[in-house]
């Protein structure tokens, strides 16, 4: 296990900008997996899985977002927009 997120956090937002959403979605599977804490994992997850037209998935990881930090704005704003 690495001791910080941050390069798959980079790693996950090359692959998005790459649109490489099936490696993308592996990765944050991985992420979310090993950091189940990590808010923007879960937002970056469930922006995946809405790209990939997965919207219950995409669901579940905003309001898993909510549920780390009551309020977050990104997955509001995301479930609104589902």
């Known amino acids: 296990r690495l001791e ?3 390069p ?7 692959l ?10 592996a990765l944050y599977e991985y ?3 090993h950091y189940p804490k990590i808010v923007v994992a879960w937002n970056d997850l ?9 919207l219950a998935a995409a669901r579940r990881c905003y309001e898993q ?3 780390i930090r009551p309020g977050n704005p990104r ?3 995301a479930l609104g927009r589902l």
């Open 4 to 6: 910080d997120d941050m």
């Open 8 to 14: 798959l956090w980079f790693a996950g937002q090359a």
């Open 16 to 25: 998005i900008a790459e649109r490489k959403l099936d490696l993308a979605q």
């Open 31 to 33: 992420y979310t997996a």
């Open 46 to 54: 469930g922006d995946v899985y809405r790209d990939r037209g997965d």
């Open 65 to 67: 977002a909510l549920v």
């Open 75 to 77: 997955a509001k704003e």
